[in-house]
């Protein structure tokens, strides 16, 4: 992150993270400590890549196995070992291969500079290559073969075509080679297209996967998936996923109903709603119902269903289970090299999930299942939320999570929630990898997650 953005980061965290405990960067030292080191960890990836596999059509034992040779041979002109592929001991659908390299302490950059943007430099955290658009920056004599030194732009200051060398504040992503000249990049063609850059010696190993086994295998956090099976939707249910893009939890829940039922997935952007097509065609789903429209307004008192269709809005009690991966701040997401998050932009997002959930009570049937959740770590858009849920709706109830692989809700002196209640919840919070524990380290070393869910009671 650049140095002013830090700060602004610990301030705006403190305010929502910590509310009522006047803790401050200028007079407490051990608050600001915890604070950074919970900003280091945000700014790494996760030590593991986490795969979800399209357990409808194919089996896991059998897809580890074809990964393990995509892996062998990928690593063939790599320094590390070739990573083992590991089954999660209780998602059964779910593979791990864990990184060797998390520190990235023995790759020395080069003399040739490459700039890439921010979101390219945290996509090659990530395993990936560089894509031709993603390149800022080159040395002017670059050519195809040439081994060079990829730095990310934190602070977005370098500008395309770039030929100097960039003063401004950078990461060091690691050395690769180039697969496209200076030339191809920036002269030769005005949208250049594929991989420019293949990395050789990233500084986090993660295996590049992208466009590997698609119809079987779905990049996908950890926590993520665990959401999924916290809805548990059954063949035949009736079930909406309210913020779907870009289809992960999407596909997941259509794989776990066996593609039999109604899964309608909204979404406010018709962009996004192609990306969710896509990504259900590539695992073979097409029971997936998905319209552009504003969650908020898909519940009317007089709407109706018409047969055959599943077109928006929808009559009061017309789903068994809901899904409401809500908008948040995304404080929770790794790697983070660069946050331009505004108080007033952290303010924004509690009325708006608010009026989501509201929105889902409505749409939810007595009985039916609401699982909220956020890629976020603020008590404010996560355990505020329960607690305002339960005081505005008192048909609805936390239930238990199975399963339940993170952490409980956090306690703050602005909650009432009791004990029993935090336990029902489900953070997954990146600073705990930091401690030892029996807990298996790829359920911790997560990007930040928050997972309630509730049940609908009859007496409303």
Sequence with gaps: MCNNNICAALNLFLSFFFPLQKCHLSTSKSCSKSLEELLTILSRPPAYTVLRVNT????????KQQLQQVLSKQYENRKHSVPSVEEHNELSDTLIIPSQNVDGNDVIPVANEVIVDSLCAVAVLRGADIFAPGVMGAPVAMQVGDTVAVYGDLCGQCRRGY??????????????NALMSRSQLFVETEKPSGVAIKMTEPIFDCPSLNSVLTDRIFLQNLPSIVAGHVVNPQPGDMVLDMCAAPGGKTTHLATLMQNTGVLVALDKSAGKIKRIQENAAKLKLDMVKSYAYDSTKSCKPHAQLVEGTWNPPYPPGTFDRILLDAPCSGLGQRPQIKNNITLKDLQSYPPYQRKLFATAVELLKPGGVLVYSTCTITIEENEGLVQWALNTFPDMQLAPQIPH???SGMSSPDLTLTDTQLKLLQRFNPSIVMTTSSVPKYNMDTIGFFVAKFVKQNNR
């Design 405 to 407: 692989l993170g952490g």
């Design 56 to 63: 409808l059509y194919y089996d896991r034992q059998e897809v």
């Design 163 to 176: 030929t100097q060398a960039f003063t401004g504040e950078k990461m060091f992503l690691g050395n690769g």
